[in-house]
């Protein structure tokens, strides 16, 4: 059985260390493809730091 060559990037986010497949469909491929060294935040923590900026933002309730 013949083994098919993938065109996938591995990389490291750069706040939870996790490794991911980056496929020529992401967004980032070809940044990630052409230098290696280009920062990565996985999809996990981008949702994470979006949701905890967007509670900072939010006014506090008075007591």
């Known amino acids: 059985?013949?083994?098919e060559k993938k065109d996938t990037v591995v990389t490291r986010c750069a706040f939870c260390?996790?490794?991911s497949e980056v496929d020529p469909v992401h967004k980032d491929y070809d940044k990630?493809?052409?230098n290696p060294k280009?920062?990565?935040i996985c999809d996990y923590c981008n949702?994470?730091?979006r949701f905890?900026?967007?509670e900072s933002n939010k006014p506090r309730k008075p007591m």
Do not use: C, F, S
């Open 17 to 19: 260390g996790k490794k």
């Open 38 to 40: 280009t920062i990565y």
């Open 32 to 34: 990630i493809r052409l």
């Open 1 to 3: 059985m013949e083994q």
């Open 47 to 49: 949702n994470k730091l």
């Open 52 to 54: 905890d900026a967007d």
